[in-house]
């Protein structure tokens, strides 16, 4: 599995399991994860991690900042289904 697919499998398992609100398959992710954190849950290096992070930021399926994460998992399963 790419890292590309294991970080989108890992954010909206993420989002399923832990977020603190939804609207419509929409989540705001309540954990402080940095992407340190996701590299090492997803066997990756951090660089890798973080462009394969902001590579989907720009396709729409998450908005990440210091202070909140919010995963658009439909979206997500969109750019993985390509």
């Given at each position: 599995?790419?890292?590309r697919n294991k970080l989108i499998y890992t954010l909206c398992y993420f989002a399923r399991?832990?977020?603190?609100d939804d609207i419509v398959d929409i989540y705001k992710l309540g954990l402080k994860l940095t992407h340190q954190d996701i590299s090492e849950m997803i066997g990756s290096t951090?660089?890798?991690?973080s462009i394969e992070f902001r590579k989907l930021m720009t396709e729409g399926g998450?908005?990440?900042n210091r202070t909140q994460c919010v995963i658009n998992v439909p979206r997500l399963e969109e750019i993985?289904?390509?």
């Amino acid at each position: 599995m790419s890292v590309r697919n294991k970080l989108i499998y890992t954010l909206c398992y993420f989002a399923r399991r832990f977020s603190s609100d939804d609207i419509v398959d929409i989540y705001k992710l309540g954990l402080k994860l940095t992407h340190q954190d996701i590299s090492e849950m997803i066997g990756s290096t951090r660089e890798t991690t973080s462009i394969e992070f902001r590579k989907l930021m720009t396709e729409g399926g998450v908005i990440y900042n210091r202070t909140q994460c919010v995963i658009n998992v439909p979206r997500l399963e969109e750019i993985q289904n390509k």
